[in-house]
């Protein structure tokens, strides 16, 4: 099962890569990962995707939170939550029927087009990976030139926090 942890932890050199050596050092994959720092700069928030049996998690968490660097902890798929992902997609637009093609296609998924050249149109789009997927999978795939993703980045809904 897919499972999305959030984790709050000291901002130092090195806090990421011990959490990254824990999953290595023990062979879980870790699908995605995002870092940056919170309203607090001495924490920074690590939003990690992973795949395992409740087994696995609950190892996965029990280790995390005897490293050092981490404050605290939360399994975000235990609860009601909301996440999100960035893509940019650059895309072929050469001709005039490629362009409006590519314009509609990024007005139906609610993205922005960010930048634009005489061949290529880049687009910006925020949403849960379903809708990026589906996005990817309405392009002609020749027509893909170059795609960047964030990773998932996820959050709580309504007043759980995670916070110290």
Do not use: C, W
């Not at 995390?64 to 975000?76: A, C, F, H, P, Y």
């Not at 139906?108 to 925020?126: A, H, M």
Request: aromatic share 4%; proline share 1%; charged share 30%.
């Amino acid at each position: 099962m897919r499972h999305i942890i959030s984790i709050l932890m000291e901002n130092e050199a090195g806090a990421l890569s011990r959490v990254a050596g824990l999953f290595s050092a023990r062979g879980y994959n870790i699908e995605s990962l995002t870092v940056a720092v919170t309203e607090d700069p001495s924490l920074s928030r690590m939003t990690l995707v992973t795949r395992g049996s409740e087994e696995i998690i609950e190892q996965i968490t029990k280790q995390l939170n005897k490293l050092i660097d981490v404050v605290k902890l939360l399994d975000l798929t235990e609860g009601s939550h909301i996440e999100r992902e960035m893509m940019m997609v650059k895309v072929k637009a050469s001709t005039m029927g490629q362009r409006d093609e590519v314009k509609r296609l990024s007005d139906i998924f609610r993205g922005n087009i960010i930048d634009v050249t005489d061949k290529s149109f880049t687009i910006e789009l925020t949403g849960h990976a379903d809708k990026l997927e589906a996005f990817l999978g309405a392009l002609k795939k020749d027509d893909i030139l170059e795609t960047v993703r964030s990773g998932v980045t996820g959050i709580g809904r309504g007043d759980k926090a995670l916070q110290i």
